[in-house]
């Protein structure tokens, strides 16, 4: 069967956020950026307490990522081309 997911453009961060919220782990597949010097997915895997977006990173070998949280309208979406929400 595998895994299910749901994909949305960029500009449903409301619906990231709900999935979020909702325990549902979210991949964004980001272009060069922030989290990356060439293409490379990233793991959206909770808030924090100030609203803030918790990511896994496979790029983030020091896990200064893993430490840090982000701005999904700002930071992730920016450089985001998909969300990928997983069922």
């Known amino acids: 069967t595998g895994v299910q997911t749901c994909a949305l453009p960029i500009y449903k961060t409301a619906e990231v956020i709900s999935a979020l919220k909702a325990g549902k782990p ?6 060069k ?21 918790l990511v896994n990173s496979p790029e983030d070998t020091k ?16 450089t985001s081309s998909t969300f990928l929400i997983i069922n």
Not at 33 to 53: A, H
Request: net charge positive; glycine share 10%.
């Open 63 to 78: 896990k200064s990522i893993y430490k840090s949280s982000y701005d999904l309208g700002t930071q992730i979406a920016k």
């Open 33 to 53: 950026g922030l989290f990356t010097k060439t293409n490379t997915f990233i793991v959206l895997r909770g808030i924090d307490k100030n609203g803030k977006i």
């Open 26 to 31: 979210v991949i964004s597949v980001q272009k």
